[in-house]
T-cell receptor, first 112, second 115 residues
Framework: DQQVKQNSPSLSVQEGRISILNCDYT??????FLWYKKYPAEGPTFLIS?????DKNEDGRFTVFLNKSAKHLSLHIVPSQPGDSAVYFC???????????FGTGTRLQVTL | GAGVSQTPSNKVTEKGKYVELRCDPI?????LYWYRQSLGQGPEFLIY????????DSGLPNDRFFAVRPEGSVSTLKIQRTERGDSAVYLC?????????????FGAGTRLSVL
């Protein structure tokens, strides 16, 4: 039972354009959401997060949008840079537990 | 300061053997987590510690898996009678506390290969 889903295994975007990565969840108890970025042979690195009381959080080139009614969140990267090429994981946690539930990841490739 | 350190970075073992994987969290972090990532999947939760005690071990797949954190800092994940299906990257994370605002910081992982 995949509670956090990333339906696009890969995405290719040109440098300078916008990258949009999507994530859906099924557990209505989730109230905190995070995006992690992972390079090969490294651990996941925290990127940005959002609480369920908000619908948008922005940090530099990265913006996360949350649509609670649709149980959907997205990560926007603009402008995309070659160094953004990595696997991006969406993760979620309920207020009552510390463990994170991850999606299967989306591999982003930013081309020149 | 230093990040989360995991040793060894790679471990190759034979089916049926016992292995120990070590995690050294960020200094001062009270919460420590173990996850397992299989090929093509996201990390899956195994267990987490708040201080020395296991606060949630609901992700451990069976009783061959055990973890300890005796002094509230370094943790060891122990796997008995390893099986080929145990092959994965084992990730450790730590955080200053367990509230949602406390981000989990991950180590580079230990890649376990069971032959």
């Amino acid at each position: 039972d995949q509670q956090v889903k990333q339906n696009s295994p890969s995405l290719s975007v040109q440098e300078g354009r916008i990258s949009i990565l999507n994530c859906d969840y099924t557990n209505s108890m989730f109230d905190y959401f995070l995006w992690y970025k992972k390079y090969p042979a490294e651990g996941p690195t925290f990127l940005i997060s959002i609480s369920s009381i908000k619908d948008k959080n922005e940090d530099g080139r990265f913006t996360v949008f949350l649509n609670k009614s649709a149980k959907h969140l997205s990560l926007h990267i603009v402008p995309s840079q070659p160094g953004d090429s990595a696997v991006y994981f969406c993760a979620a946690r309920p207020g009552t537990a510390s463990k994170l539930t991850f999606g299967t990841g989306t591999r982003l490739q930013v081309t020149l | 300061g230093a990040g989360v350190s995991q040793t060894p970075s790679n471990k190759v073992t034979e089916k049926g053997k016992y292995v120990e994987l070590r995690c050294d969290p960020i200094s001062g972090h009270t919460a420590l987590y173990w996850y397992r990532q299989s090929l093509g999947q996201g990390p899956e939760f195994l267990i987490y510690f708040q201080g020395t005690g296991a606060a949630d071990d609901s992700g451990l797949p069976n009783d061959r898996f055990f973890a300890v954190r005796p002094e509230g800092s370094v943790s060891t994940l122990k796997i008995q009678r390893t099986e080929r299906g145990d092959s994965a990257v084992y990730l450790c994370a730590s955080s200053p506390g367990t509230e949602a605002k406390n981000i989990q910081y991950f180590g580079a992982g230990t890649r376990l290969s069971v032959l």
